[in-house]
């Protein structure tokens, strides 16, 4: 087939996130089985305009502010001058609305819906604009097959009004290459939790700080690494420093893939306090390295974490519970043993190749619906 795929970013925009990693681990594996795929984007700073990676032809056109209204006329364009049989529409911020203005089968992906979770994030105005964006998603794609990464994913969409019918459901996979357990690597020295990501005022993250000053009167000697970067770093530094904790949390900003594993493995639990997630594919990563999770018990999270087996949930901005579940696995090391045993059995239901297989047969499907 000859593929177009349509997504805000690229896996190397310096804002790509899990989003991108899911659409880019599927359509590579899509390509290495002969199939030619055209990924349509936005730009960035130093970014080249077109360029091929994996064998997958990127185009990047405006930037993350302007590319839904500049899209459109572009995707004409390339629908135009190119044969596509299939359009994979990566829903991750505002919808494209694509059924406007283009025809040709489409397969609606969807890793997560802001709804008004994007209130938490951003000024009122802004999210005003990005929810009422959301809003015509139903109407608009309805009679279109959407794939999610989550049980979560589908259930909100499909209370929105879209047919379960039309509702495939594929986990993300892992790279079990990359992300694997190595008995020979030991844990810091020191009591050490855990956050990667983006940082964002959405994920949460002061709440993890606030868990862990109140966590530092029972356990002093314990530290938090925070790693990744975000608009929301600065008034987090600021937050710990009104704690009185700065001096215990090491922001260690953006980290190579070699050193991430290194904290994954390294670390004794890691944490994502997140509002909403698509699935949570750090939670799986950190499970692959040895480590237990805790994560909120939030759409998408629940999905990828399975309580008291892998790690815990904690009730969305009970700092009161994430502390207590913070404490137990650092200082019983018989439960962070079976969770960290447990993690690496769940892993194994996990898989990048599954997941493609899977992905391409719904696509194909899309395709020969015509």
């Known amino acids: 087939m000859n593929i177009l795929a349509l997504n805000w970013q690229d896996l190397t925009n310096p804002m790509a996130g899990g989003a991108e990693v ?13 199939h030619e795929v055209t990924l349509f984007c936005s730009g960035y700073d130093g970014c080249k305009p077109e360029e091929t990676i994996n064998g997958i032809k990127i185009i990047r056109r405006g930037n993350r502010y302007n590319f839904n209204w500049i899209a459109p006329r572009s995707l004409r364009r390339l629908v135009k001058d190119n044969n596509y049989d299939v359009m994979v529409e990566d829903i991750n911020k505002i919808p494209f609305y694509t059924p406007l203005y283009l025809k040709i089968p489409t397969l609606v992906v969807v890793p997560h819906l802001f709804s008004t979770t ?3 994030e951003i000024n009122a105005l802004l999210g005003l604009y990005i929810y009422l964006f959301e809003k015509p998603l139903v109407p608009i794609y309805r009679g279109r097959k959407f794939n999610v990464i989550s049980e979560s994913t589908a259930g909100d969409i499909a209370r929105r009004g879209i047919p379960e019918s039309d509702i495939s459901v594929i986990h993300c996979g892992i790279d079990s290459e990359l ?4 008995p020979g690597v030991r844990k810091f020295e020191k009591p050490t939790i855990l956050y990667l990501g983006r940082i ?14 109140d966590l530092l009167k029972e356990l002093p000697d ?3 690494k925070i790693v990744g970067t975000g608009d929301y770093a600065g008034q987090l530094m600021a937050l710990a420093g009104k ?3 700065r001096h215990k949390i090491d922001f260690a900003g953006f980290v ?5 594993v290194h904290y994954l493995r390294r670390s004794h639990v890691a944490v994502c306090p997140s509002s909403k997630e698509g699935w949570g594919l750090t939670n799986i990563e950190a499970n692959a390295c040895g480590t237990a999770v805790i994560a909120a018990d939030a759409p998408g999270l629940r999905d990828s974490v399975a309580n008291d087996r892998t790690g815990f949930l904690f009730q969305y901005a009970n700092i009161g519970q994430l502390t207590e579940k913070l404490l137990t696995i650092l200082r019983d090391n018989e439960t962070r043993a079976r969770l960290e045993k447990g993690g690496l059995e769940w892993v194994k239901n996990f898989s990048w190749d599954t997941a493609a297989d899977k992905f391409l047969d719904v696509l194909e499907g899309v395709a020969s619906r015509g």
Do not use: M, P
């Open 118 to 120: 994007v209130f938490r």
């Open 222 to 224: 314990a530290e938090l």
């Open 256 to 260: 190579s893939q070699k050193e991430k």
């Open 243 to 245: 704690l009185k904790i």
């Open 22 to 34: 899911h659409l880019e681990e599927l359509l590579t594996r899509i390509v290495s089985k002969g």
């Open 179 to 182: 992300y694997n357990f190595d």
């Open 200 to 213: 964002k005022k959405y994920k949460s993250v002061q709440h993890l700080i606030t868990a862990f000053a």
